[in-house]
């Protein structure tokens, strides 16, 4: 059996006083769409700003392809394949959209395959398309977040971190949304997704794990967890 | 009556020329304030050294005796790596302490440069080579001199460069990047230390430049000569609104203007008190600046 992809070994992780991660384990198997779940502040963000080198980890390790990352600088990251669409977009508004995906291929040099790659994008999100040379400030909501996506898909990841695709959008944007991501998978990009939206995430995920409070809570192939009562009752509203 | 009026005009040609000469120097300054503060939220208090130490190395190299135009350019790469290392050592250790402690090293470094300036170079002015030789021209009564023309002419051919590299090369958008969010720009890749140096550099290089042209222009360099320049192009930033590139330009060329208008028509000691005069009416009327604008996030 191959190594999985992404391996976080036993990861804690302190804001100063704050444990806020206590040691969890997870491991995304190339091919995989894998969702992390949890409330409000159980450790979602936190585990993947750490993924991308945002927040140090205070022990454990991360291994991506077997090679330890953890020491790596955020942009060093990028470097080795690892992409995210942030909480919050974080678009850079006052670039245009076309600008905004031209800085998410910052790393690359493969002019022709970037090109492809943009067409790509533009055939996923007909809207960026359409507003390429728009500020990515006057975007709405839904779009920023095809934007966000299409941007980190622009660095040609391994895997694509995906950082609450679904908050603040259009209930009719969702679902386009989601989509997308089933389809950037079946392209062949691994897909580690955080989401509070727990139903629609277990809809496309192959696998979940289900973070409380800094510890894990419980993990499982998505088709069963979305039968369970447990997680049914805590984060499907039933 | 009407020969009275004709001589007003004159009078405030004169003085606009004056004041856009001012203004562009203030403005170069004000460009380094402006960048440095839109990627790092810094107020660097010693960028008015960097404009110093680029008149001085300007000032050794024409001594020496290097031509104008190589001096021009050693000065500015001189100023910029010295801030590139300011950087390195004195502001990247205490990025993340906070505004305060920030400001306050920036004072200290300010300082810093300005007295082991006078140790190392001495307190006395320096007489300043006359790199070309000076011409006047005049326009009916105006008079415009040979180095007001250069001032003007490289400080507009230093902002096209800057503007290009801003905003069509794939260094100025990461800079850009940088300035809305390091995170952010962290995420694409983006090595946001070097980005830093570089916009550093770049701001430096211009208060170099705008160094040599005083230099030229008053014939003097001393050590002390970046603080009021320092605190005007300060004011030009936040007048144009700081962290905006083109307000930088606006801001120096207006506090440039109005100081001159303010010497030329009505008290001549009044110069540097106008440019704080300003600074208190933006602070109170439009603190964003004549550019600044808040901006809210969208849903």
Known sequence: MSSPLLEIKDMHVHYGAIHAIQGINIKVNQGEIVTILGSNGAGKTTTLHSISGLIPISSGEILFDGKPIHTFPAHKIVAEGVAQSPEGRMVFPDLTVQENLEMGAYLREDNHKIKEDLEYMFKLFPRLLERKKQLAGTLSGGEQQMLAIARAYMANPRLLLLDEPSLGIAPILVQAIFDAIVEINKHGTTILLVEQNAYAALKIAHRAYVIATGEMFMEGPANELIKNEEIQKAYLGH | ?299
């Open chain 2, 1 to 299: 009556m009407s020969e009275n009026v004709t001589y007003f005009f004159y009078d405030l040609f004169q003085y606009l020329v004056n004041g856009l000469a001012q203004g562009s120097i203030y403005a170069l300054i004000a460009l380094g304030y402006t960048m440095v503060y839109g990627i790092i939220k810094l107020i660097n208090f010693a960028h008015g050294e960097f404009y110093m130490i680029g008149a001085f190395i300007g000032f050794y190299c024409l001594v020496s005796g290097m031509p104008l135009w190589m001096a021009f350019p050693a000065a500015m790469i001189g100023a910029g790596l010295v801030a590139v290392l300011v950087e390195k050592i004195v502001y990247r250790p205490i990025r993340h302490a906070g505004r305060i402690p920030a400001l306050i090293t920036a004072l200290g470094t300010s300082l810093l440069f300005q007295y082991l300036g006078q140790g190392v170079i001495g307190a006395d002015p320096k007489a300043f080579p006359s790199a070309i030789a000076e011409k006047t021209y005049m326009l009916g009564e105006v008079i415009i001199t040979r180095t007001q023309i250069i001032i003007m002419v490289v400080t507009f051919a230093l902002m096209v460069i800057l503007y290009w590299l801003v905003n069509h090369t794939k260094t100025g958008k990461a800079m850009r990047a940088t300035s809305f969010n390091m995170n952010a720009a962290e995420l694409m890749g983006i090595n946001t230390n070097k980005i830093i140096s570089f916009t550093f550099f770049i701001g430096a290089a211009l208060a170099g430049a705008a160094g040599v042209l005083v230099g030229m222009y008053y014939n003097t360099a001393e050590p002390m000569m970046g603080l009021i320049p320092g605190l005007k192009a300060f004011i030009a930033a936040v007048l144009g609104g700081i962290g905006i590139i083109p307000g930088a330009v606006i801001g120096g060329l207006v506090l440039g203007v109005a100081e001159n208008l303010v010497v030329g028509f009505w008290i001549s000691t009044y110069r540097d008190a106008i440019a704080f005069a300003i600074l208190i009416l933006i602070l109170l009327i439009k603190p964003a600046g004549i550019l600044g604008k808040n901006r809210k996030e969208k849903v």
